[in-house]
């Protein structure tokens, strides 16, 4: 269709567009995938022409082509953007009308992550801007699949739960080595007097008597109180181990050094009652202790995706906090990737310039297309958005205050879009000043290179190209700057992450200069010696700063064929390289199940970043209503808590689909050996972001699933992971797991709900189940207010408190309450039996 030469008269914010499922059980091509529609609506005063626009969109799904209901063609732009063109059968849409394309996925809808994202118009006489829409609405649906997790699958599992009176659980999380309640308290008051015997723990004293001031909303400390905190030196105690005496008058922590008396004030802290932390209070009573604690392991990381969405400095900085008080000592921090580069570096401002933005671009050129959502302009914080020199110090200082170290992560060689394009940015306006040499000093794909691949999240351009030497220049001045930036900050940087994941088949395959490189280089046989080479630079890169790798698994595998079928093995080349390797590749069915253990048996420093068990944005369970993604597993709190680091097959019970696993899949595997597990350096939960746009849904995801993972990576080996007799291990876990979850409802999740100004944490859905005309509802957090209405309303903090079965009479809806009168989401009181 011809190009309008003049805009039309309707302003795009008149639109509202309507995702929704049609038939969640479509068959086409003999397969089953999901018809869904959008439903345009014209509130406006003038039509929508039946022509000369596009609307794009986000989506992280797939859809078969041309499959639309006739009137108009989806097309793939590049990665998760695609576009919407009406053709001669696309009727206009008249003010107060509405018009529909269908179109098929495939793949059938599990949760409203998988609806599209972020649509907005692009007139054809305006190609180069795009105009957000008035409206846009995910539609409500109630999916029919198997394995649905209905209220009344929630009510079952949550009945195995045992409630267990508060004075009776461990006060201190994660759990200690040792913890013994003494009797007795301590009376902590606003003149607490804080000593120090030991002159290097100064500065966790100041940090812990800010913390009181907080606390109490003033700070009288006076050195006449009876009561006294002493922190003290004591020789063998580890790198991050203490010891917490607590009696009347007097507490003591002992520590061999400055990590170890911090963790010994965090779980002083834990002792606070949390009514203590909602408002200032007088006083308040600890009880008395004795506890002698030290970490399982000594790596315990979150890594935190800023590229895909990006958080706010404020917002990382409370995640560190949370970090500190459940003891995790390390922030993987990535930051960046295809679709964002989200750290200011001097020596290369054109990385943020350009790479830090997204809105509607046809050709990339001076910043990055809509991703996730994001929309046609900078205004989106999701989208654009980076932390300064200045904010990244700050967050440094932060996290050093608290014992965590923080490792950036720069993708490479693949997922660098981001830099692929702000470096061609750079070389652009070198060129038209005549810097033919600067222009190619940091450049980062090969003019010419006519390689055809697509990256598993579909993009077609997004792999630095390892043949070339300004790649390495490129590296050498991106580390420079982060050397700088850390020794500003006075933070460490032992290590630097280079990714390493997700290199797709046909890279480099017509690059020139691979093809040149080959002539010089008889090492290089093909493109898969290229990944060593560009691996092998960047280790001597590193070394020579004293600065160890990382990357994830990828980095540590070499392509190899077994009986002729292409195999991966760990490398040789760099077991012995002190590289370390996170391994998240356990898919249940998948094939690669036993990768982290042959890595760690084959020589590897392996930190475990399961996605069975440790992935932070996995969607809770199979409901509609619950967010995030779920290829790899759904995942709730109980996966994280159960995870048994040693022997991951153990427990697993279900597969990716939350139906009931095929033991099977395990024949043959390695298994850990004893020195094996020697290289297990430790656990790190992982948020990735294409689903979290806002602070409120990171903190959904993370929370208290964060508080898992404390406890899985700093307590000691629980009995029933090693207990052999399946029906004992079974008791014995879910008398541990009930008390995790007490002290979760009863203790932290009060605390959390008002600790730094609080936390939006995951509430969890009520079970319900019909039993004789009444509605029976539970929840999972033991100490958490369940409310409910029979109006068909949403219960609101306000509504009746649910203490006994419900009459099934009327509309009857169920929803838990946090002490702050947050509210979860909503169970409708139906007898929803999950499908067969």
């Known amino acids: 269709m011809a190009a309008h030469t003049a805009l039309p008269r309707l302003d ?41 626009w596009k609307i794009y969109f986000n989506a992280a799904g797939d859809f078969v082509p041309d499959a639309t209901s006739g009137n108009a063609t989806i097309e793939q732009v590049n990665g998760d953007l695609y576009s919407i063109t009406p053709n001669a059968n696309f009727k206009a849409i008249q003010p107060g009308e509405s018009g529909r394309i269908e179109y098929i996925t495939k793949a059938t809808v599990v949760n409203f992550t998988d609806a599209i994202e972020g649509p907005y118009l692009v007139w054809d006489a305006e190609p180069a801007k795009g105009y957000s829409i008035g409206n846009f609405v995910v539609k409500p ?35 200690p080595v040792s913890y013994t309640e003494t009797g007795g308290s301590f009376r902590l008051q606003p003149d607490v007097n804080v000593v120090t015997t030991h002159e290097a723990y100064k500065k966790e004293a100041a940090g812990f008597d800010a913390y009181l001031k907080k606390l109490f909303g003033k700070r009288t400390a006076n050195k006449a109180s009876n009561n006294t905190i002493t922190l003290s030196y004591k020789a063998g105690l580890g790198q991050e181990g203490y010891e917490l005496t607590v009696k009347p008058g007097a507490i003591t922590i002992a520590a061999s050094n400055n990590a170890g008396v911090y963790y010994g004030l965090q779980s002083l802290k834990i002792l606070i009652p949390p009514s203590a932390v909602a408002s200032a209070p007088a006083y308040a009573e600890i009880p008395g202790v004795n506890v002698a604690d030290a970490p399982r392991f000594g790596y315990r990381a979150v890594m935190l995706d800023v590229a895909r969405n990006f958080q706010s400095k404020q917002q990382v900085l409370k995640l560190l906090e949370l970090m500190s008080v459940y003891k995790l000592n390390t922030l993987h921090f990535h930051l960046t990737d295809d679709e964002g580069w989200r750290i200011e570096l001097p020596s290369l401002p054109e990385l943020t310039n350009v790479a830090s933005k997204r809105g509607h671009t046809l050709d990339s050129k001076n910043f990055l297309p809509a991703g996730h959502g994001s929309g046609p302009d900078f205004s989106n914080p999701a989208g654009t958005g980076h932390y300064s020199k200045a904010d990244y110090i700050e967050i440094l200082k932060y996290a050093t205050e608290r014992h965590i170290t923080v490792m950036p992560e720069i993708e490479a060689p693949g997922h660098a879009r981001g830099a692929i394009k702000a470096m061609a940015n750079r070389y652009a306006r070198l060129m038209a000043a005549g810097d033919k040499v600067g222009a190619e000093r940091y450049l980062l794909y090969s003019a010419g290179d006519k390689s055809d691949y697509r990256s598993v999240q579909y993009w077609n351009d997004n792999v630095m190209d390892v043949a070339l030497p300004s790649t390495y220049n490129y590296i050498e001045t991106v580390v420079g700057d982060l050397i700088n930036i850390y020794k500003e900050a006075g933070a460490p940087l032992p290590t630097i992450h280079f990714g390493g994941d997700e290199v797709p088949a046909g890279v480099w395959e017509k690059s020139p200069a691979y093809l040149a490189l080959k002539k010089t280089h008889p090492e290089v046989k093909n493109t898969g010696d290229l990944w060593y080479y560009f691996y092998g630079r960047v280790n001597d890169i590193l070394k020579k700063r004293n600065i160890k790798l990382a990357g994830w698994e990828e980095m540590a595998l070499r392509k190899t064929k077994i009986d002729g079928q292409d195999a991966y093995v760990p490398n040789p080349q760099f077991a012995n390289e002190g590289m370390r390797v996170d391994v998240w590749n356990n898919v249940l069915g998948g094939g690669q199940e036993d990768l982290a253990y042959k890595l760690a048996n084959g020589g590897f420093q392996t930190v475990l970043t399961c996605v069975t068990n440790l992935y932070f944005d996995m969607a809770n369970n199979k409901s509609f209503d619950e967010p995030g993604y779920y290829w790899g597993a759904f995942l709730g709190i109980d996966k994280f808590y159960s995870f048994i680091p040693y022997d991951y097959f153990k427990n697993a019970d279900v597969d990716k689909n939350g139906l009931p696993v095929n033991r099977n899949i395990f024949i043959g595997k390695q298994r850990l050996t004893d020195y094996g597990k020697t290289n297990i350096v430790g656990l790190q939960g992982a948020l990735w972001t294409e689903t979290v746009k806002t602070p409120e849904r990171m903190d959904y995801m993370i929370f208290p699933k964060l508080i898992a993972l404390g406890e899985r990576a700093w307590a000691q080996d629980p009995a029933w992971t090693t207990e052999k007799d399946p029906a004992k291990a079974a008791a014995m876990y879910n008398e541990e797991w009930s008390k995790f979850l007490n002290v979760l409802g009863k203790r932290e999740l009060p605390r959390i709900a008002y600790y730094n100004n609080g936390y939006n944490f995951r509430i969890p859905k009520p079970g319900v189940i019909l039993q004789d005309g009444k509605y029976a509802a539970n929840v999972q957090f033991p100490g958490m207010v369940i409310r409910y209405t029979t109006d068909g309303t949403e219960p609101t903090a306000s509504s009746p408190v649910y203490s006994s079965p419900v009459s099934a009479t009327g509309a009857v809806k169920f929803r838990a309450f946090d002490v702050k009168g947050r509210g979860g989401n909503v169970a409708d009181g139906v007898n929803n039996a999950p499908v067969m």
């Open 141 to 175: 649906f109630t999916p029919n699949y198997i394995g649905l997790v209905t209220p009344e699958v929630l009510y079952n599992q949550n009945k195995t739960i045992i409630d267990i009176p508060a004075e009776k659980l461990t006060k201190i999380i994660p759990t």
């Open 12 to 52: 795009p914010k008149q639109l509202s567009v309507t995702w929704q499922v049609v038939n969640n059980e479509y068959v086409y091509e003999n397969k089953q995938m999901a018809l869904t529609e959008l439903v345009i609506a014209n509130k406006g005063t003038d039509a929508l022409p039946a022509g000369g």
